[in-house]
Structures are given as structure tokens and as C-alpha cells.
């Protein structure tokens, strides 16, 4: 009888383009375990009957587009994390039972601290988006006990509905909204230790027009969770006007390294997952 490898996956659609096989495979086969990666395309009028059979074989899979919502109602149970932020990216997959977490955002906050030696507690950070990415890492930062999270969109509504949804778990801390550039927005600038970006402005080289860096205190540390390209226009501006910067890739590389240390118990070697990545995204 033929020995058959343990199955791991990343589920989603479209799902080629994912470079998770490519990291999780090389940080696997460097520890010397026997499982494999591969990326599984699920259409969502598919996602139901994928979690009834084939989710059952997999010791845990990750989820991206368009599922991290979508999967909530299929699980067995929920982390805090995923709970307060309303999305899965990582299922376990424990005797039959699926229990979701979401590595996004501690995968983001492991990175700040790793690479950026960032400490979140009792410090003012402004977040640029209102997107599920927004939602995820100012939830950690408020888990991590943030002094104050000012949530800045172009559409001030939505800017609105994630610190309403968010203050209700997390009274301690000081909560605003804003309308990108506006004065609010200044100011809340001017008492910042950490700028992120979580809006999709940067990929493929797009830039802010005219970005209020002068508001912001040279040692304000600046964030951007997009990874392709690596230095955005937005970090390269921020590296000229002598700030600290923190790039993107670090969250992709800590989300991947939580999930599998949550189904494999062993602990990957980061500086693998992130050359490969790094070399990845050259070619592309
Ligand atoms: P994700 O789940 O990855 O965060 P999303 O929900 O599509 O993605 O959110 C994208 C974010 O980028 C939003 O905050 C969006 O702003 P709006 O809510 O106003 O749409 C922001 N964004 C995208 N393009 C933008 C642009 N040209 N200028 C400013 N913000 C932009």
C-alpha cells in the first residue's frame, strides 16, 4: 500500500495567482514533515459542498477570495480574532470539527514587531482604508492596547461602520473616523507613531496625490500592507522624508508561518518563507 502524504490547501477564486503553495511548500520541505500544499480553486456556489467533502480529508486549509466571510456559517468555532473581525483565513481541521482563525492580522502585528520593533501599546496609529484588511489589523492593535486607532477612507461611511463595529469590543480604546485629507485627518496625523496603508492604492505603482506628510513627526513609523511592488510610491516617499518604513511582504510571510505552526505545531523558518517570496515576486 502506498504511503499518502497529508494534504494541506488554499482555497479560493480565482487562486492561481497565490504565491501560499510556493512559500508553504518550501517552509514544509525544510522542516521535513510529511504534508503538502496545493491551491484548490472553490467557486462560491461551490464553497458549501467543499466544506461537506473535501475539507474533511485536509488537515487544514487557508482561505482567501472571495471566502473569508462566506465560510463563517460552515465552521464549528471561532478564535477571538476571527470572531470580532468577521473573517477566516485559516481552518483547522481537528477530528472532523473546523475551527477558523484569522492569521491576517497577527500575522501583521508579528511582522511590525519582528521586523519594525513596533509595540502598538498605548501608541496613536492611523489607519488609511476601511476594507477588511483595515478591519483586521486595527482589531489587533486594539487587542494589542493601542492608545487611539483613527480609521481614515474616501468614503467616510464605511470608515464609520468599522469603528462602530469595533468599539463595542474594545472600550479602552479611543476610536475616530475621517475623511482621507481632511483636517481631522491632519491632525490625527500629527500625534501618529504609525501610518498604515491598507488601501489598495500602491499596487501596480499607484501613488496618493499630494500625501500630508508634513504632518506627521519624522519618527511616525509608515506601513504599507501592500507587497507588490515591495517599496510602494507611498514608502519611498516616506524613506525620503527620513521615516522609518515597514513593507508589506512580512504580513503575507507571518500570516503563512502562524497558519502552518496552527496545523503542523512546528515552527517554519521565516527567512525561507520570505526569500522565496521575495524571489517570487521578482519574476513577476
Ligand atoms: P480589502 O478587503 O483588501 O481591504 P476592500 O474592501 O476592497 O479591500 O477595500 C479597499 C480599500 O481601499 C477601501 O478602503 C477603499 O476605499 P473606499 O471604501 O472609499 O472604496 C480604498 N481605496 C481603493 N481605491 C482607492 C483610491 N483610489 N483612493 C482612496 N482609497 C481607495
Redesign the pocket.
Given at each position: 500500500m502506498g504511503f499518502k502524504k497529508k494534504q494541506l490547501a488554499v482555497i479560493g477564486d480565482p487562486i492561481t495567482h497565490s504565491l501560499s503553495p510556493l512559500i508553504q511548500n518550501a517552509a514544509i520541505e525544510k522542516l521535513k514533515i510529511p504534508i503538502t500544499y496545493k491551491a484548490i480553486r472553490v467557486p462560491s456556489e461551490r464553497l458549501k459542498e467543499f466544506v461537506r467533502t473535501q475539507a474533511r480529508k485536509l488537515v487544514g486549509f487557508n482561505v482567501t477570495v472571495p471566502h473569508k466571510r462566506a465560510i463563517l456559517p460552515y465552521l464549528n468555532s471561532l478564535s477571538q480574532e476571527a470572531k470580532i473581525i468577521g473573517a477566516v483565513n485559516t481552518v483547522l481541521n481537528k477530528n472532523g470539527k473546523l475551527f477558523g482563525f484569522n492569521t491576517d492580522g497577527t500575522g501583521y502585528l508579528k511582522s511590525l514587531h519582528e521586523t519594525a520593533h513596533f509595540d502598538p501599546r498605548g501608541k496613536n496609529i492611523v489607519v488609511?482604508?476601511?476594507?477588511?484588511?483595515?478591519?483586521g489589523i486595527a482589531t489587533v492593535l486594539a487587542l494589542s492596547r493601542a492608545k487611539s486607532i483613527t480609521l481614515a477612507?474616501?468614503?467616510l461611511s464605511?470608515?464609520r461602520e468599522v469603528v462602530r463595529d469595533l468599539k463595542i469590543h474594545f472600550k479602552h480604546v479611543k476610536w475616530y473616523s475621517t475623511v482621507?485629507f481632511k483636517e481631522k485627518f491632519k491632525k490625527s496625523l500629527k500625534q501618529a507613531h504609525l501610518l498604515i496603508n491598507?488601501?489598495?492604492?500602491g499596487l501596480k505603482g499607484?501613488a496618493?496625490e499630494n500625501f500630508p506628510f508634513n504632518h506627521l513627526k519624522t519618527q511616525c513609523l509608515v506601513s504599507d500592507i501592500v507587497y507588490h511592488p515591495r517599496m510602494t510610491p507611498f514608502l519611498k516617499q516616506a524613506k525620503r522624508l527620513s521615516h522609518p518604513i515597514h513593507t508589506g511582504e512580512g504580513m503575507l510571510v507571518y500570516q503563512g508561518a502562524l497558519a502552518l505552526e496552527l496545523w503542523t505545531g512546528c515552527q517554519p523558518d521565516i527567512r525561507l518563507m520570505k526569500k522565496v517570496l521575495l524571489e517570487a515576486l521578482k519574476k513577476r
Open positions: 488609511l482604508g476601511a476594507g477588511g484588511a483595515a478591519r477612507n474616501r468614503t464605511r470608515a482621507l491598507t488601501t489598495s492604492i499607484t496618493f
